[in-house]
């Protein structure tokens, strides 16, 4: 799956503007929060943000930057779920889970080494990720999904446990973010 259809079906699911009080993010606009769009240098009414800022900003801030870009170029799938990931939690969230998901499956070291949880998709986690997948095959992606979703299960979870205001999100969350990828 490419960088583009990766933004286009998290676009998808975001939608247009939102400002809902229980959100902390505040006001959204294809999904990029204000803040995002300030540090990219978007200075106008969220409202109107244009869709080809959005798409530029997800492409470098939650494809590239992190790292899921480059995951993805391994196993399509996996790229799209860390990066949709990234868009709803920040993209260190997932990236930390994908390397300590990584670790849990190496089988105490047998596979390949332990890598450092440092949220860094780097030259280390893709390859201790070629290692499982050579390992493990395509049914370790399936794993590795199913792993990556129960994080972001317990994620939500505990969200709606330490923030009332947050259970307003959560059926849609589970619906539209977990194991839809």
Not at 14 to 38: F, L
Not at 96 to 123: H, K, M, S, T
Not at 133 to 147: D, N, Q
Request: proline share 5%.
């Amino acid at each position: 799956m490419s960088i583009e259809s990766m933004i286009e079906a998290t676009i998808g699911k975001e939608g247009r503007y939102s400002d809902h009080p229980s959100d902390r993010g505040g006001k959204t606009m294809w999904g990029i929060i204000e803040r995002v769009a300030r540090k990219h240098g978007y200075r106008g009414d969220m409202r109107e943000l244009p869709r080809d800022t959005a798409v530029a900003i997800y492409r470098q801030e939650y494809a590239i930057e992190p790292g899921f870009a480059a995951v993805a170029r391994i196993s399509p799938v996996i790229g799209e779920e860390l990066f949709d990931t990234g868009v709803n939690m920040g993209p260190s969230v997932p990236a930390l889970w994908f390397q300590q998901w990584l670790n849990a499956l190496n089988r105490r070291g047998r596979d390949y080494p332990d890598i450092a949880e440092d949220g860094d998709i780097g030259p280390v986690t893709l390859a201790a990720y070629r290692a499982f997948i050579g390992k493990r095959g395509r049914g370790g992606e399936s794993v590795m999904l199913k792993g990556l979703n129960c994080s972001q299960g317990a994620r939500y979870l505990d969200l709606a446990r330490n923030r009332q205001p947050n259970e307003d999100f959560v059926f849609g969350w589970l619906a539209n973010r977990v194991g839809v990828a």
